[in-house]
């Protein structure tokens, strides 16, 4: 089980910080990732951790404001969202994987974990 906390309302060019842990079983060695959906939009990739740590990637649009990162001890997946823009407005979404090749994990069809979204508002 997958559960994302810390969305909330914030200002343009403010910070929030979502966290996912995750119960039931271990995900240290799985690729967790972030997705965020916008109303009438398709469902886009983040940011993604690696299984094992040993690369991180994101989305175009969020790189160098946004940092994913992953607490084994802790079984959680961290998202630190700095300088947020309007267009970050979305519900996002914390997934799980272990069966990922590099070439898909920007595919939300290769996570087989889903937790439930917590909403980021970002106003102008």
């Known amino acids: 089980q997958l559960q994302a906390c810390g969305g909330g309302l914030v200002q343009a060019g403010g910070s929030l910080r979502l966290s996912c842990a995750a119960s039931g079983r271990t995900f240290s060695n799985a690729d967790m990732a972030w997705f965020r959906q916008a109303p009438g939009k398709e469902r886009e990739f983040v940011a993604s951790?690696?299984?094992?740590?040993?690369?991180?990637h994101y989305l175009e649009s969020v790189k160098g404001r946004f940092t994913v990162s992953r607490d084994k001890a802790k079984n959680t997946i961290y998202l630190q969202m700095n300088s947020l823009k309007t267009e970050d407005t979305a519900l996002y979404f914390c997934a799980a994987g272990t069966t990922l090749i590099l070439s898909s994990i920007r595919n939300p069809q290769g996570y087989p974990y889903w937790g439930r979204g917590t909403q980021v508002t970002v106003s102008s």
């Open positions: 951790s690696r299984r094992g740590g040993s690369s991180s």
